[in-house]
């Protein structure tokens, strides 16, 4: 029985409102009695046959049927030892609407894992140790912890040093934010690095120390993480290693000492509340708006000399080489791989053709302009060097850009802040739930093979459509439980509705609502979808309930979104979760999913 608080009336008082129990959609109830033949009960045998034929379970066993079967008999009857092995058509219907045993996403790694690390989509965080705001928030390990604990696989760490110089600190540097240890840092990384994946984490440092402090660094690295750390055997990687070759280890990367330079005696203090509007994320998720090329892009660059200790052109008396001492040159040794640092045009830079390999990093600014001037010269460096994008710095609030331009041309480093949320987060969130959540995404091939004429794919080209993606959505249940019952006014329970689309390339860009559904807590809406792809390979399936009450803005009600390369075809649960991507304790959605080739007409 449900509770609704009824106010704007002589009194407050609860209403109550019965939450009645969805039968299963006449579409389940077809396939029962085609796989059932016709009988009242499914042997395990018969569902092996549903799960191979619909679900998309190619390699399913009978004793994985059976074990499927017991499993239901004994959540729903509460019997360890069932007398029959087979189920009523509540019990397969039970058995689709549960996420942990119909999951709409496999649980095992299945992509290729042995290509060079530049041949992936890497889960990638921003100023990793932030827990709120860019500008005065705490720095802690605590985010760092959280984030491995998803799956993130690049941890960003701010080296600076204390007031005596005679420590290391971690914070986002010329701003209020509050310091934290290295060293509790590094001790959190190793104690969580590999509690989500097994494959490698890589820090990347953005690096203020004089040669006394890389040392330091170099000593509590190697202390810290012993024979984790990988230390590449040549300083010129002529090939990046596999996820599978650098499996439970730590990699460092940075820009090696000999290319940093010092600033002394100039101030370099900047107010960051005067290089433009706070970009704003609302907590509906809505994007915020777009800047113009004009506004001031902060953050650090590898145009600059050092990352945030910029010599001016016009003060080069007061720039100065950092000595190769002996701690620097340990310090160096660590870096396996190098941020390289772009001396003159990005696009001679984007075709400099080096024996070895490198990453660059760009801000989101710096990189949409190199997208639209010349995006066929990202797209092939991306094949065998590392990009990374991170946010531009005025997106104080931690909000995201739009991830899908950056994979679009093969960027394997898309760092977000994690800490925040919002549609651009949920898209990261979604792409890597693929491949079992393990943090890294191989590239499509179009994204790494060269055709006639050293031809490389190009983002800008037209595609005709290569699949269709129809989708259905037959109920959701569970929101009673996850959800304070108390928000229904006057004599309205809930109208529940539910938006699909997809995020991609712009051409696959589509959303899609069901009908609201009144008076009820499982709404069933039987409301059917076709999404035509031309990349589907880069495709994600976002899913946003909603709770409609007019005329004040509609409420969230959950969200998830799924790479749709990964998608099971067949009716599956798909579990909901919140703004900030946790997974709610109950709502989710019985859904179906079947692909058809671009010839065919669902």
């Known amino acids: 029985m449900g ?78 030892r069932f007398t029959r092995r087979s189920l009523t058509v509540e019990d397969f219907h039970h058995y689709l609407f549960s996420t942990d045993l119909n999951p709409p996403l496999g649980n095992q790694v299945y992509q290729d894992m042995t290509a060079p690390l530049s041949h992936y989509f890497i889960y990638t965080g921003h100023n990793s140790y932030l827990i709120g705001n860019q500008f005065s928030s705490d720095c802690s390990d605590v985010p760092i912890t959280k984030a491995l604990k998803r799956g993130v696989r690049v941890i960003e760490l701010d080296l600076w040093p204390n007031s005596a ?55 509590m690295i190697t202390q810290t993480f012993g024979a984790m750390l990988y230390s590449p055997e040549s300083e010129c990687l002529k090939e990046f290693p596999s996820p599978e070759e ?55 660059s590898d145009y600059d000399t050092s990352e945030h200790n910029q010599c001016d052109e016009d003060n080069t008396e007061a720039c100065v080489r950092v000595t190769r001492a002996s701690g620097a040159l340990a310090y160096k040794r660590l870096i396996a791989i190098h941020n390289g640092k772009l001396k003159g045009c990005l696009k001679e830079e984007l075709n400099l053709q080096l024996e070895k390999v490198r990453r660059i990093s760009l801000s989101e600014q710096k990189f949409e302009k190199a997208a639209v001037s010349y995006g066929t010269d990202v797209v092939r460096f991306t094949q065998k060097n590392i990009l990374r994008i991170y946010p531009k710095q005025t997106r104080v609030n931690s909000s995201n850009y739009k991830p899908m331009i950056g994979w679009i041309h093969g960027a394997q480093m898309v760092a977000f802040n994690m800490q925040g949320y919002g549609k651009s987060l949920w898209l990261m969130h979604g792409m890597f739930r693929a491949n079992a959540s393990c943090g890294y995404v191989k590239k499509p091939n179009f994204l790494l093979k060269e055709g006639p004429d050293d031809q490389v794919f190009d983002p800008k080209e037209k595609l005709p459509v290569k699949k269709t993606l129809k989708v259905k959505v037959y109920m959701g249940d569970g929101w009673y439980l ?62 946003e309930v909603r709770k409609y009450s007019m005329p004040e803005k509609d409420e969230f009600a959950g969200q998830t979104c799924l790479p749709v390369f990964q998608l099971r075809p067949g009716i599956h649960a798909v579990p909901l979760f919140d703004r900030k991507g946790e997974e709610l304790g109950s709502a989710r959605l019985l859904m179906r999913f079947e692909f058809y080739e671009a010839d065919v007409l669902p």
């Not at 203090?269 to 005067?274: E, L």
């Open 482 to 543: 996850d959800f304070k019952q108390m928000n229904c006014k006057f004599w309205s329970p809930p109208q529940f509705y539910t938006r699909v689309g997809i995020a991609g390339v712009p051409a696959d860009k589509k959303m899609k609502s069901t009908k609201k559904k009144v008076d009820n807590w499982t709404p069933v809406w039987d409301d059917e979808f076709t999404f035509p792809l031309t990349i589907p390979e880069l495709a994600l399936l976002r899913v």
């Open 165 to 219: 110089k005679d420590d290391v600190l971690v914070l986002h540097g010329r701003t209020l934010t509050t310091p934290v240890e290295l060293i509790k840092c590094l001790r959190a990384i190793k104690e969580h690095a590999f509690s989500a994946s097994p494959y490698p984490v890589i820090l990347t440092f953005e690096d203020h120390l004089n040669p006394h402090l890389q040392a330091k660094v170099a000593q």
């Open 246 to 300: 650098l499996k439970y280890r730590i990699i460092i990367s940075t820009k090696p000492p000999k290319e940093r330079r010092e600033k002394k005696g100039i101030n370099n203090r900047k107010d960051i509340s005067a290089k433009g509007k706070i970009s704003t994320e609302d907590v509906l998720g809505k994007e915020p708006p777009d800047f113009t090329a004009n506004q001031a892009d902060d953050e650090r």
């Open 3 to 80: 509770s609704y608080l009824l106010c704007g009336l002589p009194a407050c008082f609860t209403r109550k409102h019965k939450v009645a129990e969805a039968g299963p959609p006449a579409d389940v109830k077809e396939m029962f009695k085609k796989y059932a033949e016709g009988g009242t009960h499914m042997t395990a045998e018969q569902l092996w046959q549903f799960l191979a034929e619909v679900q998309g379970h190619g390699g399913v066993s009978i004793e994985d049927a059976e074990q499927i079967v017991d499993q239901v008999l004994q959540r729903w009857h509460h019997i360890a």
